[in-house]
């Protein structure tokens, strides 16, 4: 007769599941959870909100900001780079859901030119991780210059 492995018998008890989640550093595991908690929230509880309501969008803006605040208070990453990268995506992500309520709300009036500014601005904010993204490779290649040369 086999013998079921389950995963807690590999460690022994529940309580040892819970030593070896959160042994290490406790924003490991729980940043995969909270991410897998986010990506839910946005893609399938604002559904229940409202299709295409302002409500909608100011739920979104509120999930966005609160990732903003999980990213930059636990800092999930190995490198400090990554950290920073990701809170500016999601600070980006934020300002795109900001500028959607503001088109969404009709805050430009219909002025042809506030429209084009709001676009600028929302095309500027989209690359603002780009450039992060580029600064942040740019030092790392000019740091790895400099050891290879000393």
Known sequence: MQKKVSFIFLFGSPSDVLIFLFREKINCHCHETSECFRRLM???MLILVGD???A???VAILLSLVSVKVYGYYHPYAHNDDDILAEVAQWDYFMVLFIALLIRVDATG???KQQRALGIILVSMTCAAFIVMFLILLQDFLRAKRAAVV
């Open 42 to 44: 946005l893609s399938s």
């Open 52 to 54: 295409r309501t302002v």
């Open 56 to 58: 909608q969008i100011v």
């Open 110 to 112: 219909g002025s042809p």
